[in-house]
């Protein structure tokens, strides 16, 4: 059974850079097959995808956030990271890592995730 | 980009037969995924491809989807189904890849 979760400080200056570490249990990232990401919710609010990584690195972003995200793999600890920059108030979330799974029609999913993280932007 | 709507809440009796709807341009010819969330707890997948379940996701749990709406059916609503409830399509026809529709409230009355 894959497992995920979240770590890293749950309070953040504006202006800094938000970093999380998502370390997966269960799997190796390394195995390929998977891509691994990170989705985002708001308080009270919808799901919102932030960005995925394959384990050899290769990334694709929101496009809404593209400009502040980078994610990163290592492999070697089994984890993946996020970080984004120059954040605010309207970053405050909830911070979710989840695996992709690819479907029948090649079309992914979410199958896995972990249990979520408060991130909250404040001074 | 993909615009996913459902209705903001749906109320249904134990027992009964609660439907959502997750409506989109020409949803029938992507596949559809539904994700459960309760309070305070991560998205749980409960329907892929339209009409699979995972492991351990209860029968009672089905989809369909056709033109431009998908539906997630909860057969025999029971207490512990009360959630929201999102869909997912993947849109490789736009630059976000991953369109989560509004979310729906299922209460148990």
């Known amino acids: 059974q894959v497992q995920l979760q979240e770590s890293g400080p749950g309070l953040v200056k504006p202006s800094q850079t938000l970093s999380l570490t998502c370390t997966v249990s269960?799997?190796?990232?390394?195995?390929?097959?998977?891509?691994w990401s990170w989705i985002r919710q708001h308080p009270g609010k919808g799901l919102e995808w932030i960005g995925y990584i394959y384990y050899s690195g290769s990334t694709y972003y929101n496009p809404s956030l593209k400009s502040r995200v980078t994610i990163s793999v290592d492999t070697s600890k089994n984890q993946f990271s996020l970080k984004l920059s120059s954040v605010t108030a309207a970053d405050t979330a909830v911070y979710y890592c989840a695996r992709v799974c690819r479907g029948s029609s090649s079309d992914d999913y979410f199958d896995y995730w972990g249990q979520g993280t408060l991130v909250t932007v404040s001074s | 980009s993909y615009v996913l709507t459902q209705p903001p809440s749906v109320s249904v009796a134990p027992g009964q037969t609660a439907r959502i709807t997750c409506g989109g341009n020409?949803?029938?010819?992507?596949?559809v995924h539904w994700y459960q969330q309760k309070p305070g707890q991560a998205p749980v997948l409960v329907v892929y491809d339209d009409s699979d379940r995972p492991s351990g996701i209860p029968e009672r749990f089905s989809g369909s989807n056709s033109g431009n709406t998908a539906t997630l059916t909860i057969s025999r609503v029971e207490a512990g189904d009360e959630a929201d409830y999102y869909c997912?399509?993947?849109?490789?026809?736009?630059?976000?890849?991953?369109?989560f529709g509004t979310g729906t409230k299922v209460t148990v009355l």
């Open positions: 269960g799997g190796s990232i390394s195995s390929g097959g998977y891509y």
């Open positions: 997912q399509v993947w849109d490789s026809s736009s630059d976000l890849f991953y369109v």
């Open positions: 020409n949803i029938g010819s992507k596949s």
